[in-house]
């Protein structure tokens, strides 16, 4: 689709009609992007393209992608007396939010050890909740509550794989997460 002539105007066109036409990161900006802010709408323009080159029309109602919530009922955080520094935590829960894999949570977490020592129990519930978060993205997963006594899935409407079939292997999985976090004794 994007290699027909002319499939470059028409992505100009739709970008121009969904930006303005303003600058885009100066004063005078105008449009729906100065609404939603330049990350966002960075997102959309990538979701958009990645659509329109899978040969699909980019479906703008729907989240771009699973969102999972996680709720573990224990502080899930870095605190001050393991980094002090309120920017760098800061820093750090954004760059702990834009990780898309287990293999980068595994590098922020030595990142983590290298820089400020041993893991306290919270920073370790952290980084098991952003694991969860990965893992429950793939799975279709909308929300996670979980505590030592129950664990509680909550899936989005269509998800990617049977929701009977994944309970039991994401409980498995899950009671690995909250115990390696501290927050669940051995099995």
Do not use: W
Request: charged share 25%; with cysteine; proline share 6%.
């Amino acid at each position: 689709m994007m290699e027909e002539l002319g499939s470059g105007f028409y992505l100009a066109m739709h970008d121009l009609e969904i930006r303005g036409a303003g600058e885009v990161l100066g004063e005078s900006q105008s449009g729906e992007m100065q609404e939603v802010g330049f990350n966002l709408y960075a997102d959309m323009l990538d979701h958009a393209v990645r659509s329109l080159k899978a040969g699909r029309e980019p479906d703008l109602s729907q989240p771009f992608e699973v969102i999972t919530e996680v709720n573990l009922h224990f502080p899930a955080l870095l605190p001050t007396s393991y980094c002090g520094d309120v920017h760098e935590r800061l820093v750090l829960y954004k760059r702990f939010a834009n990780c898309d894999s287990a293999e980068r949570v595994e590098a922020m977490q030595e990142e983590l050890v290298d820089r400020f020592g041993d893991l306290p129990p919270a920073a370790r519930a952290l980084i098991e909740s952003h694991r969860l978060r990965i893992l429950g993205r793939a799975l279709g997963v909308a929300r996670v509550d979980a505590a030592p006594e129950f664990i509680q899935l909550q899936f989005v409407q269509h998800p990617p794989l049977d929701p009977a079939a994944v309970r039991t292997d994401a409980r498995a999985e899950l009671g690995g997460l909250l115990q390696r976090a501290g927050l669940a004794g051995p099995k």
